[in-house]
Every structure is written in C-alpha cells, then in structure tokens.
C-alpha cells in the first residue's frame, strides 16, 4: 500500500455540495471499513468526521458522507456552510495494522 | 467526559531525544488504543503508531521504526512517544488520540505539543 492522492483544493458556494476525493495510487484503495475523515481547522486538533467509510460519529451532521467507488473513496459535503472551510484528510489502511493518511485538501467556501 | 492532556512544548537539539507525554482521562485507559500522529508547520498529518493500553502492543508507520518509541504506563493511565537521534525534519505538533473502534477511528484528541527541532 501507499499513502492516498488527494486534490490540493476544492471550492464551492455556500449551499452547495462539494465532494473530495482520495484515491489510490497503486491502484488498491483497501477496505472501505478502514477509511476515515478528519476535519481540521487552523490551529486545532482534527476532528473525525466519518469513521469505517460512512459512518458519522455522534454529533457530526449529516451534512457529512462518505462514499467509495472503484479505487476512490470520497467525502461529500452538503449544503456548504462559512464554517466548513478548513482541510480535510482520508486515512486508509496501509498494512500491517498501520494507516496512512492523505496529503489533505483545503475546502473553500466562495 | 474523555480528556487527553498533553505535555509541553519542547525545544531540542539536533541528536537529543524527547519524550512527549498524553494524559489520559474520562474513560477505562486499557480498553483503547492511542494513535500518535505528527503535523510539520504548514505540513498535512502523518500517522506515527499505535499503541493498545492492554497490552502494550505497537504499530509503527515504516517511516518512524526505530528511532520513535511508544509506550504507556496504565497506573497513571499515561501514554508516551519518544523520539530519538532528533532531525530538524521532525519538528512537528506532535498529536496523541484514542482509537474507538480499532479502526484507525481517532475519536478523542490531546491538544498537541510541538516540539522544535533546531541547533
């Protein structure tokens, strides 16, 4: 395994959706069960956001999804919010009970 | 509630060591594991290891075996990573988490410490 691509930045205005993306780049995304988000504003800690590949942990809106397709799994955000602008990062399995996580993407709201 | 108290910021020299410790509360320590991940200044994470509070097993990434050591000590439910033969390349916030599920799902975070890696 090695550690996922994602895009530099995505962009979108308040109530849309935007989707990031995270994909393999050895062609083997792994087990979706081991594919998480994180959230992560300036100056804080990450915060999860989805955990086994769609699952919301208590608390985070629904606004939050997640998804897999082929070799890509994705974090779609509904109804885009001021406050979702911040980075985000997939972590997947890498093997041997070890995970990587993705370079980030920065989600700008317009 | 579930706290992760982290120590202090830490300045170093090239060579020296450092240990980081997470100070752990709210919850049955030897239930969960802790996950140690790194932040560089303007950097994404990186994911450093894994450490079961039970039984003391740990996961490395490849990239951090064998200078980077973490272990935990249940009776002050307190986990720690040290790092060794320090880099300028390691300075970093230095984030410990709890592991919900075994998932690589980090629930809980501590509030970082970064440690400065500089001559």
């Known amino acids: 395994q090695s550690a996922p691509a994602q895009p530099a930045s995505v962009a979108g205005s308040p109530g849309q959706s935007v989707t990031v993306s995270c994909t393999a780049t050895?062609?083997?995304?792994?087990?979706?069960?081991?594919v998480s988000w994180y959230q992560q504003h300036p100056g804080q800690a990450p915060k999860l956001l989805i955990f086994?590949?769609?699952k919301r942990p208590s608390g985070v809106s629904a606004r939050f999804s997640g998804s897999k397709s082929g070799n890509t799994v994705s974090l779609t955000i509904s109804g885009l919010q001021s406050d979702d602008e911040a980075d985000y990062y997939c972590?997947?399995?890498?093997?041997?009970?070890?995970?990587?996580f993705g370079p980030g993407t920065r989600v700008t709201v317009l | 509630q579930v706290q992760l108290e982290q120590s202090g910021a830490e300045l170093r020299k090239p060579g020296a060591s450092v240990k980081v410790s997470c100070k752990a509360s709210?919850?049955?320590?030897?239930?969960?594991?802790i996950i140690w991940v790194r932040q560089a200044p303007g950097q994404g994470l990186e994911w450093v290891g894994r450490?079961?509070?039970?039984?003391?097993?740990?996961e490395y990434a490849q990239k951090f075996q064998g200078r980077f050591v973490m272990t935990t000590d249940a009776s002050t439910t307190t986990a720690f990573l040290e790092a060794g033969s320090l880099r300028s390349d390691d300075t970093a916030v230095y984030y410990c988490?709890?592991?919900?599920?075994?998932?690589?799902?980090?629930?809980?975070w501590g509030q970082g410490t970064l440690v400065a890696v500089s001559s």
């Open positions: 988490a709890r592991e919900e599920l075994g998932y690589g799902d980090c629930v809980d």
């Open positions: 709210g919850y049955n320590f030897i239930r969960y594991s």
């Open positions: 450490i079961s509070a039970y039984s003391g097993n740990t």
């Open positions: 050895n062609g083997d995304i792994g087990s979706f069960t081991l």
């Open positions: 086994e590949g769609h």
């Open positions: 972590c997947t399995y890498a093997g041997s009970n070890t995970y990587f």
